[in-house]
């Protein structure tokens, strides 16, 4: 991971030279077992016009106004800022 200053974020960054196509890192990854279009089905009882966005009906953008949470999350601290005390 790389942090983005621009951003405020972290995006991800193969290093090619150290890769040894090992695939630790989408062993570990929660998301490619996931079948999103039986998944979405189920849910939506339909597939995604878009697999990337998946189903919707409207899309927010937002973050935490708490520097902390912002800086240390992955996605602008929406979630941990909305259930902090």
Known sequence: MVK???KGIFLLELNSKK???CEVCFNVCPGHSVNFGSLNLKIFGKKPEDA??????????????????KYNSTSGGIITALFSP
């Open 4 to 6: 983005n200053t621009s």
């Open 19 to 21: 890769c040894n196509q």
């Open 52 to 69: 990337l966005i998946g189903n919707y009906i409207n899309c927010y953008t937002g973050h935490a106004t708490d520097h902390e949470i």
